[in-house]
Structure formats: structure tokens, C-alpha cells
């Protein structure tokens, strides 16, 4: 690709920006499996997964530099399975002493959940020539990302640090990638087919697919290690918001006391963080985050089963079939 002048950079969003690669990053490219991406040029394959170009230098990087502490919390989720929720809900879960004020001033009502919790690969190490230095933040630090259980760097895996993965239906999961990608891609660019794009879903090229080897690695984890890995479902938490805050509460350390229940503080986060109340702040109408993506683009219908406006019953039965395949004999349906 050839490199974009400090003008063309400066009017192109920062997570279209491809050009400005480590050198680690340049070399290994050539070595990996290569396809189209959906909303960045390329997808390469590595360790069994398809990331960006951008993103698997920011993966490298994170793996190079992060270091976890036994407090942190770190959220993880494949792209559009809730992640912009659940960060909106641990954040105002661990801050709520700090403000106690939910319908006042709360950082929520005039922050995007994403400038609130970092990503690693997007916000934190997405610059080649920047490592920021995270010993400043207050504790517990509170991370998210996309990244794989098996790119980790190993500082999570060995800490006591906290994992909460949560994962969505495929189909919506799908459905939502979709919506999501054909509005953040290039301008010029034409929409996704959506028949190509499903068909790449299907073969696991997606970012960082194959979908259900990272949430199988994840759901292992959490069978493995109850005390480090959380394993929730977007669909579950949907019916059972309040339920589901507080074992989230509990598995972090931060249970609620009788006397916040009874106070209706749960109640008041899980109203807080809703997609009715989030999607309709004048905050997530209007602006972008850090790395370009408008507010807006975070929240489109926030429902279970939208999956039924946009597949056909043959790419349902195909879907539904892969998902049993390599999740069913897991355990793990949606
Ligand atoms: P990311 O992985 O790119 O950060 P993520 O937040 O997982 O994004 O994806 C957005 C999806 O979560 C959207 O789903 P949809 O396309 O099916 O509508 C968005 O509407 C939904 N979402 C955003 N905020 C909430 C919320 N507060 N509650 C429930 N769903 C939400």
C-alpha cells in the first residue's frame, strides 16, 4: 500500500490507517496466509486466527509490553458481542462509590463506554512507536480487547488478574459485524455482499475468527479456572440483566451489600447501562472515539434475534449446523 501523505493521513479514520508498520510486523506478514478483510485492506492468519493488519502489530506489541497486575480486569469479546455493554456495566459497577450520582453526574451520561475502557490492540498499542506507561492508572486497572486466549501475553494468563469473556449468538453476532462494517469501511468503498460476507463468517475470516475458536478457547478457560475466566451470554444477560451484574459483581470482588440492593444501586447501573439509555445520550449521537468510529455506529438495535431481518433460512441451518459442530459438543448452545 502506498503511504499516505501527514494531509491524507490526518482525514483518514486512525483504524484505516494501514501503512505505518513495525518491523517485526513487516516481516512477518509475507510469511502468513493472506485475505480480503472486511473493513481494513487485509486479514492475515496467525496462530489460527484472521486479524488486520494494524491490529496484529498492536497484538505483537501487546504482547510484548503489557504487564498484568493481580487486580486487573481485562473484558473480552469477539467483535459485536456486547462489548460496548459490558464495558458500560464493569465501569460503573467499580466506580460506583466514587459516583454515587447515577442520574447526575456519572461518566456514562457524557462518555462513550470505550473511552471509559481502553482496548488494548486499538487504544493502547495500536502506535509502533508509542508504548504508553500504564503504572499511573488508578487500580484496579480496567482493560478490554478482542484478542484470542492464545495471543494473550502471558502476564494475564500467569497474574491473578480477571477475565470476563462475553459472547453472543453467531447469528446475530453475524448480523451485527455486518451492519457495523459496512458502515465504518472506506467511503468509496461498495457495501459488503452480503452472501460473501457470510460466506467468509462460515470459513472463520472474520476479525478474529474463526468465531468459535475464540470463544471455545475462552469457555475452556473458564471451566478450567471459575475463579479467573467469567463466562457470560449476551442473550442471558439480556433476560437477566440484574442477576447477571451482580455475579459479575462477585466474581470481580466488588459484591453489592444488602443495603445497595436494597438502595436499588443495581437497579440504577443496570438502567444506566442499557441500550435505551446509552443509545439516546446526546454523547453517543454525535462524535467519535479515539480511533475514529463514530458513538452512533456502537449502538444500532441492542436486540436478540435481529439475526431473522437479514438471513435466509438456508444460511441460518448453515450457521446453526457449524455452530453445533464445533460448540455443541462443548457444552456451549445458543
Ligand atoms: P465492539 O465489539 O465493536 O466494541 P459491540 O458493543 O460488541 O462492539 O457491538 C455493538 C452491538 O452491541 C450492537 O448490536 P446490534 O448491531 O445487534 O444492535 C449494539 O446495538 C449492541 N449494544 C450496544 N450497547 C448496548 C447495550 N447497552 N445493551 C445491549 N446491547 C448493546
Same mark, same amino acid.
Given at each position: ?151 494473550? %501475553?502471558? $502476564?494475564?494468563? @500467569?497474574? #491473578?488478574?480477571? &477475565? *470476563? ?89 466488588? %459484591?453489592? $451489600?444488602?443495603? @445497595?440492593? #436494597?438502595?436499588? &444501586? *443495581? ?68
Amino acid at each position: 500500500m502506498a503511504k499516505l501523505s501527514d494531509h491524507e493521513s490526518s482525514l483518514v479514520p486512525k483504524y484505516l490507517q494501514e501503512d505505518d508498520l513495525s518491523q517485526e510486523c513487516k516481516e512477518l506478514i509475507p510469511t502468513l496466509p493472506l485475505e480480503k478483510g472486511w473493513i481494513s485492506t487485509n486479514f492475515h492468519q496467525y496462530q489460527g486466527f484472521w486479524i488486520s493488519t494494524m491490529f496484529l502489530q498492536a497484538t505483537l506489541s501487546c504482547q510484548k509490553h503489557f504487564q498484568a497486575l493481580d487486580t486487573d480486569i481485562l473484558l473480552v469479546t469477539t467483535p459485536k458481542s456486547g462489548t460496548t455493554w459490558l464495558k458500560a456495566l464493569t465501569f460503573a459497577l467499580l466506580n460506583r462509590n466514587k459516583y454515587p450520582n447515577i442520574h447526575n453526574n456519572h461518566p456514562l451520561l457524557t462518555t462513550n463506554p470505550h473511552v471509559l475502557v481502553p482496548f488494548l490492540e486499538v487504544d493502547i498499542y495500536y502506535d509502533k512507536d508509542f508504548v504508553p506507561d500504564l503504572k499511573t492508572l488508578s487500580l484496579p486497572r480496567l482493560f478490554s480487547t478482542h484478542i484470542p486466549y492464545v495471543l494473550l %501475553p502471558n $502476564s494475564i494468563k @500467569e497474574s #491473578s488478574c480477571k &477475565v *470476563v469473556y462475553l459472547c453472543r449468538d453467531p447469528k446475530d453476532t453475524f448480523a451485527s459485524l455486518w451492519h457495523f462494517s459496512n458502515k465504518v469501511r472506506p467511503q468509496c468503498s461498495e457495501p459488503l455482499p452480503l452472501e460473501e460476507s457470510f460466506e467468509k463468517f462460515c470459513r472463520g475470516v472474520c476479525l478474529f475468527g474463526p468465531f468459535w475458536e475464540h470463544v471455545l478457547e475462552y469457555w475452556k478457560e473458564s471451566l478450567e479456572k471459575p475463579e479467573k475466566v467469567m463466562f457470560l451470554k449476551y442473550e442471558e444477560m439480556k433476560v437477566k440483566p440484574n442477576f447477571y451484574l451482580k455475579k459479575l459483581a462477585e466474581f470481580l470482588g466488588y %459484591p453489592f $451489600s444488602k443495603e @445497595e440492593e #436494597s438502595e436499588g &444501586v *443495581v437497579d440504577a447501573i443496570v438502567n444506566l447501562c442499557s441500550f435505551e439509555k446509552l443509545s439516546n445520550l446526546e454523547v453517543n449521537k454525535t462524535g467519535k472515539v479515539g480511533f475514529g468510529v463514530e458513538n452512533k455506529d456502537y449502538f444500532r438495535r441492542g436486540q436478540v434475534g435481529d439475526w431473522k431481518n437479514l438471513l435466509t433460512v438456508e444460511m441460518v441451518e448453515q450457521l446453526n449446523t457449524i455452530v453445533e459442530e464445533k460448540l455443541g459438543k462443548h457444552g456451549l448452545n445458543f
